[in-house]
């Protein structure tokens, strides 16, 4: 807990920027309920899965490999249960295992939690032509969740973790000429574009959803705090040097970081949304560019391109 966690207030779900994961989740009871999680061995990924396991939940736990999945995960205490899976988000053949597995299962997601991320490599980087923050953060989680559409159940969350770094996105929102990142590469620039690619899936997503007559599943996207995790492995020193003197100030701890993703995924309260921009476990409003539903279509059509090509 920082000490600015000591003097924030709550918004209109009663929750606010002290809240933490277990905070959110009091007094419910997610047994029978049953969820992904990328990202599930590291940060608030780790700690949001570890707190639907306390609350009873059957818990995928997605990381690259299935070893990072176990062991991150061996300390969680029950009732609930976890499963291991491997889930690389820069290889889609990785991806497409991942979808094929859960599907084998035979068992409906009440959630997908898409929380992996990479964070402002300093230089460029590509897979497959495409700058690595953009195809890890936004195709990666593309491919998985349009893979797994069928297997949510009639009320199903998809909850994306974009962030309040959207806003960092280039003047064109998402360059949709420049995917591959050579023409001005930025680490930041490049981060807030994955970040406001997330956000826009999950308002097309939400669109569509709200399309389909009788369509209960929602999608949401959210800003999850500034919490000092692995995400910042890449910064600078003289970075990492600030947000240590900051952290105890203004940084929210991994228990608050994970709260709004883990009050999107299962309370009722937050059941009730769909296409919002969650922050501290409330509706925010986010940029212009994440409110853009042309760009958020145009983006789709150009994932779904890019997916295709992919073979
Ligand atoms: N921390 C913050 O201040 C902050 C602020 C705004 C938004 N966010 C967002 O919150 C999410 C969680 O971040 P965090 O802070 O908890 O960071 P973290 O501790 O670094 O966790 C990120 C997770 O993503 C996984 N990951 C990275 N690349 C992957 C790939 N190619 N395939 C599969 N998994 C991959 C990591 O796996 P490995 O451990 O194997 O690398 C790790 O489990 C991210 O989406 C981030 O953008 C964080």
């Known amino acids: 807990?920082?000490?600015?966690?000591?003097?924030?207030?709550?918004?209109?779900?009663?929750?606010?920027?002290?809240?933490?994961?277990?905070?959110?989740?009091?007094?419910?009871?997610?047994?029978?309920?049953?969820?992904?999680?990328?990202?599930?061995?590291?940060?608030?990924?780790?700690?949001?899965?570890?707190?639907?396991?306390?609350?009873?939940?059957?818990?995928?736990?997605?990381?690259?490999?299935?070893?990072?999945?176990?062991?991150?995960?061996?300390?969680?205490?029950?009732?609930?249960?976890?499963?291991?899976?491997?889930?690389?988000?820069?290889?889609?053949?990785?991806?497409?295992?991942?979808?094929?597995?859960?599907?084998?299962?035979?068992?409906?997601?009440?959630?997908?939690?898409?929380?992996?991320?990479?964070?402002?490599?300093?230089?460029?980087?590509?897979?497959?032509?495409?700058?690595?923050?953009?195809?890890?953060?936004?195709?990666?989680h593309f491919i998985l969740v349009t893979g797994l559409l069928d297997t949510l159940t009639a009320d199903g969350r998809v909850v994306m973790l974009s962030s309040m770094a959207h806003t960092r996105a280039p003047a064109a929102g998402i360059e949709l000429d420049n995917l591959s990142g050579e023409r001005g590469y930025t680490a930041w620039g490049a981060y807030g574009q994955s970040k406001l690619a997330n956000l826009l899936f999950a308002r097309e997503l939400a669109r569509r959803f709200r399309a389909t007559e009788g369509d209960r599943r929602t999608a949401t996207a959210l800003h999850p705090g500034v919490i000092a995790t692995n995400l910042g492995r890449h910064m600078s020193p003289i970075a990492l040097a600030t947000m240590a003197v900051a952290g105890p100030l203004f940084m929210k701890s991994i228990p608050e970081g994970a709260a709004t993703e883990t009050w999107a995924l299962v309370h009722p309260d937050a059941g009730k949304l769909n296409g919002e921009y969650l922050s501290d476990s409330n509706v925010r409003e986010s940029s212009k560019h994440g409110q853009n539903m042309q760009l958020a279509a145009n983006l789709w059509a150009e994932s779904e391109r890019i997916v295709a090509a992919l073979g």
């Open 1 to 140: 807990m920082s000490l600015y966690s000591m003097f924030a207030g709550k918004g209109p779900t009663g929750f606010g920027y002290a809240s933490t994961a277990e905070d959110v989740t009091v007094g419910l009871d997610l047994k029978g309920k049953r969820y992904l999680v990328t990202g599930s061995n590291s940060g608030i990924g780790l700690e949001a899965a570890r707190v639907l396991v306390l609350r009873g939940a059957t818990v995928l736990c997605a990381a690259r490999t299935e070893a990072k999945a176990v062991e991150a995960t061996k300390s969680f205490t029950g009732p609930g249960e976890t499963i291991p899976v491997a889930c690389e988000l820069a290889e889609p053949a990785s991806v497409r295992a991942c979808v094929a597995t859960v599907a084998a299962m035979g068992k409906p997601l009440d959630g997908i939690l898409c929380n992996a991320g990479i964070m402002a490599l300093p230089k460029l980087e590509q897979k497959f032509g495409y700058e690595l923050q953009f195809f890890t953060n936004h195709i990666g």
